[in-house]
DNA sequence: AAGGTGAGTTCCCTGAAGAAACTCGTCAGT
DNA sequence: ACTGACGAGTTTCTTCAGGGAACTCACCTT
């Protein structure tokens, strides 16, 4: 793929997307998190090459995402481990699993419920607000230009186009700080 | 990548990232989301080579996730829209920027801020239970077996798994702590 | 006529994904 | 001691998708 080099990209989508934005990357954090641990248990779950799972699960590694652990030293055994980077991103796996139930639920229902301990009821993820907890949707929220924003490859359009979009709505909470719109370095 | 067939994996997670899972389309989703909508500032915006945004957006307009309208005729041009189901991807995006922002956040801050128009505040997107409004983590949550769940690829290994848990937790009505204590405070 | 813009296509080249076989250390059974 | 199995990768080989850049085509502006 010549993995183009998204992590500099001045969007945290972006760079969440470097990482997470590989077909199995959602999924081997999915087993993990679920309690798939193994390398081998993992090959035939996902049906995964051994050679990209290797490859993928040494990045996580390498990205402070996942630990591998021996954990029995008569067979020399390891597994992985989510760390707390890697247990941050289950409401991101929430988020397209509830998305995937909605647009290619099957008639029979969803293959997986999310049993929510707290309240003892199956439950589904929403993204809401945390000041109000309402949902956020795109019609209730807007991107503006935050205090790291510069531009770049990934924002050499949308930059100016958020900036002059923060302009017109006027000081919103604090005011934008650069005048010409494009958060300089 | 000799795109694997993810899409009948019985799982929603690989449904989604079958689509989502791929570097650029999560970016082109934000942008299109955001306003950016034309080819050309696409292109531009991303510096993503235009054979593959055409691939892309085709794939997406096909998902029914975008759509391809003439909004002039004189000279003819066309953008894309997110249709309700695009829209409704919204929100994975803000549970990965939010994570993008937590653990790569830089010293300046974020690049890119959320302004709720409906409480007036910046905010940040949080997944929580749609019944009680507590935020959803590995911890206080389980993954049980689903009524269109079946086993294969994807849940050779994993299917059998929460099969197993759920029989051990036995009428999901009583709280039955986990014999390896998985569960956390 | 010359140049610009929007929206793609076409071309070639490299390198990552897939598949399957191979390695290496350690038990378990006979 | 010999054979087989398991866990965890590594190696080899082939193929196909991504990157980059040039090219097309229709229309507009000067």
Redesign the interface.
């Known amino acids: 793929?010549t993995r183009?080099p998204?992590a500099d990209v001045?969007?945290?989508?972006?760079?969440?997307?470097?990482l997470?934005?590989?077909?199995?990357?959602?999924?081997i954090m999915?087993?993990v998190?679920?309690?798939?641990t193994r390398f081998d248990?993992?090959a035939?779950?996902?049906?995964i090459s051994r050679k990209v799972l290797a490859a993928r699960l040494a990045r996580l590694v390498d990205e402070g995402v996942l630990t591998r652990e021996r954990y029995q030293d008569h067979p020399p055994r390891e597994h992985y481990q989510?760390t707390a980077?890697g247990?941050?991103?289950?409401?991101?796996?929430?988020?397209?699993?509830?998305?995937?139930?909605?647009?290619?639920?099957?008639p029979?229902?969803?293959?997986?419920?999310?049993?929510?301990?707290?309240?003892?009821?199956?439950?589904?993820?929403?993204?809401?607000?945390?000041?109000?907890?309402?949902?956020?949707?795109?019609?209730?929220?807007?991107?503006?230009?935050?205090?790291?924003?510069?531009v770049g490859?990934?924002?050499?359009?949308?930059g100016p186009?958020?900036a002059s979009r923060a302009e017109r709505?006027q000081s919103?909470?604090t005011a934008v700080a650069d005048p010409d719109g494009q958060t300089a370095p």
Not at 115 to 131: F, I, K, S, Y
Not at 153 to 158: E, H, S
């Open positions: 793929m183009k998204l001045a969007c945290s989508i972006a760079r969440a997307t470097d997470f934005g590989d077909a199995w990357t959602a999924l999915r087993d998190l679920v309690g798939v248990d993992l035939h779950d996902l049906g989510a980077k247990e941050d991103l289950y409401p991101v796996l929430l988020g397209l699993m509830a998305w995937g139930d909605r647009w290619y639920g099957e029979a229902g969803p293959p997986t419920r999310i049993w929510h301990t707290t309240c003892g009821r199956d439950t589904n993820a929403v993204a809401v607000c945390t000041h109000c907890g309402e949902p956020l949707t795109v019609h209730n929220s807007d991107q503006l230009p935050g205090p790291g924003g510069r490859p990934g924002t050499r359009v949308l186009l958020i709505r919103p909470g």
